[in-house]
């Protein structure tokens, strides 16, 4: 059973490209979270997905940051116009229910220069 | 917002010496989950804390729970180089969010 698979592993970006991460879940788990993560800092709560609905992203950026995880393919996290401010490792969990370990992936670390 | 602090930032021991986390939530937590990350690596899930006052073990490492549910505690006894890595407490906020602590980062001289 293949685990959290995030790719690209790094993504190199220029300011004002956009940025597309993906995520597939572990098989037979329909709960997604993505966090951010900046060097020596935590994990900080962007969004959280069940298939086809955005459940909560009080923790995205209304501006240039969107998410989506559809019925069919990989769990996006898309950034529009990217700033150098941008640039951290983005992790994607999933689980199968709510009150659930999350297993995490390898993460996308983003640059933006 | 809901803020969880993890105290201390940093710590370094001596192979063989124990060591302390302290984890603190501005908000009662439904349960409360541990997870480690080492250099360059992702987390990964070590425990989940549930019920108050609530105590478990894994070999050297000793989870507790408070009893208001507001706070716990990652206790490891008599380190190894392998313990190196940052340690994350998540408090699961309502039914479905995780808030991660800000970690400690435990380095071990051999």
């Known amino acids: 059973n293949a685990g959290v698979m995030q790719n690209p592993r790094h993504l190199v970006r220029r300011r004002g490209q956009e940025a597309r991460l993906r995520c597939s879940p572990m098989?037979?788990?329909?709960?997604v979270y993505w966090y951010r993560q900046l060097p020596e800092e935590g994990l900080k709560f962007m969004v959280y997905?069940?298939?086809?609905?955005?459940?909560?992203e009080s923790g995205m950026p209304k501006e240039r940051f969107s998410a989506e995880f559809p019925k069919e393919g990989p769990s996006i996290l898309r950034i529009q116009q990217v700033v150098r401010g941008d640039s951290a490792a983005y992790f994607c969990?999933?689980?199968?229910?709510?009150?659930?370990?999350?297993?995490f992936g390898s993460g996308t670390q983003l640059s933006v220069l | 917002g809901q803020q969880v602090m993890q105290i201390p930032q940093y710590q370094h021991v001596q192979e063989g010496e124990d060591f302390t986390t302290y984890c603190n939530s501005s908000?009662?937590?439904?349960?409360i989950q541990w997870y480690k990350q080492r250099p360059g690596g992702h987390p990964v899930f070590l425990i989940q804390?549930?019920?108050?006052?609530e105590v478990k073990k894994q070999k050297r490492l000793t989870f507790q729970f408070g009893e208001a549910k507001k706070n716990s505690s990652l206790h490891i006894t008599a380190t190894q180089t392998t313990d190196v890595g940052t340690y994350f407490c998540?408090?699961?906020?309502?039914?479905?969010?995780?808030?991660f602590g800000t970690g400690t980062r435990l380095k071990v001289l051999a």
């Open positions: 969990a999933s689980s199968p229910g709510t009150v659930e370990k999350l297993f």
């Open positions: 098989k037979g788990h329909s709960h």
């Open positions: 997905l069940q298939k086809e609905n955005i459940i909560d």
């Open positions: 908000t009662t937590l439904s349960n």
């Open positions: 804390l549930v019920k108050s006052g």
């Open positions: 998540a408090g699961l906020s309502g039914t479905y969010k995780y808030i």
